[in-house]
């Protein structure tokens, strides 16, 4: 069994900044990929920025420049720092990792989420 822990999320001014933090935790051989998802009220889960293990990443066109995706695999964990956040970035933020539980057996793991909330 591998979980996932969010943390960091909360309220903020538009123009602010927040740090989301995940860790993986269990029984696994190595993490692969690890992305951050978020789904506002009445839409779809939709992809935020994604990071290979080598450190490669992958970002929405919606939070290009303004969010930064990083890990540390020695400690199982992924971030997300998001700078000059706006309203429409508010909706609950989820974790999503590729755990490799054996050489044979690949899961995908999410978060129970963290909301961010942008407002004044």
């Known amino acids: 069994q591998v979980q996932l822990v969010e943390s960091g999320g909360g309220l903020v001014q538009p123009g602010g900044s927040l740090k989301l933090s995940c860790v993986a935790s269990?029984?696994?051989?190595?993490?692969?990929?690890m992305g951050w998802y978020r789904q506002a009220p009445g839409n779809q889960r939709e992809l935020v920025a994604a990071?290979?293990?080598?450190?490669?990443?992958n970002y929405a066109d919606s939070v290009k420049g303004r969010f930064t995706i990083s890990r540390d695999n020695a400690k199982n964990t992924v971030y997300l720092q998001m700078n000059s956040l706006k309203p429409e970035d508010t909706a609950v933020y989820y974790c999503?990792?590729?755990?490799?539980?054996?050489?044979?057996?690949?899961?995908?793991?999410w978060g129970p989420g963290t909301q961010v909330t942008v407002s004044s």
């Open positions: 999503n990792a590729e755990a490799l539980i054996t050489l044979m057996r690949r899961d995908n793991v």
């Open positions: 269990g029984s696994f051989f190595v993490i692969n990929a």
């Open positions: 990071i290979g293990r080598p450190g490669d990443t």
